[in-house]
Each structure stands twice: as structure tokens, then as C-alpha cells.
């Protein structure tokens, strides 16, 4: 069991650093928007409304995935790895809703346990 300083170091929100991929197309057949992040902050403009989904992990192309189970040294992928680059694809972050009057938008995102390494969820 972790100690009491982990846990809450765990439940102390912290400013995000990275990139964060926006679609509007749940699937992610669309070209999407990749975002970068500094001490919690991004400037984007030109959205058009809707509703966008934010993900982690970049989009893959499920259809290349499903025809290509090869490795560089022509060895079998493993089906582990295909559903984890699978469920990765698909986790949605957060759902943001952008309309006319919409300036600014805030929200805590909330990283999950990466399902395919150590420890698992």
C-alpha cells in the first residue's frame, strides 16, 4: 500500500505539460488537432461549435493495426499490443462543448492508468 504522502501527492492536482489530442469525430476518423500544453495552459483558436473529445495518446490508424500484425523483424505483434494501442485510442480525457458566445474553457483533466503497462488497473 502507498503512504499517506503518495496518496496525496496522487490527489494533488498539478498543471498539465504535454499534448493533448482534440477530435470532433468520437471514432477519430477526422484529422484532429494536436495541442500543446505549458504548466497547464494552451491557446486555440478557430474552433468551430460543437462538441470536441480530448485523448492522451495520438490517434491510430485502426484499419493499418488490423491489416499489419508484423513487427519490423517480421515477428508476430501479439494481440496484447494491438488492444492496448486500441483502448488507448479510445479513452476520452474529457468532453468540451464550444458555442459562440464560449471565450475561455477550464477543466481538471484527469490522466487515467495507462491499461497496457505496470501496474495494471
Do not use: W
Request: glycine residues 4%; charged residues 30%.
Amino acid at each position: 500500500m502507498p503512504n499517506e504522502d503518495l496518496i496525496d501527492d496522487l490527489n494533488t492536482p498539478k498543471p498539465f505539460n504535454g499534448v493533448i489530442y482534440i477530435h470532433k469525430d468520437p471514432e477519430r476518423k477526422d484529422k484532429g488537432i494536436a495541442q500543446k500544453f505549458k504548466n497547464g495552459k494552451a491557446s486555440i483558436s478557430g474552433l468551430v461549435n460543437g462538441e470536441y473529445l480530448l485523448f492522451e495518446h495520438p490517434a491510430i490508424d485502426i484499419e493499418e493495426l488490423e491489416k499489419n500484425d508484423k513487427t519490423e523483424n517480421n515477428q508476430p505483434q501479439g494481440i496484447m499490443e494491438s488492444e492496448c494501442k486500441f483502448m488507448k485510442n479510445f479513452q476520452v480525457l474529457e468532453v468540451v462543448s464550444i458555442d459562440q458566445e464560449t471565450k475561455d474553457v477550464s477543466i481538471n483533466i484527469h490522466l487515467s492508468c495507462d491499461p497496457c503497462n505496470e501496474p495494471m488497473p
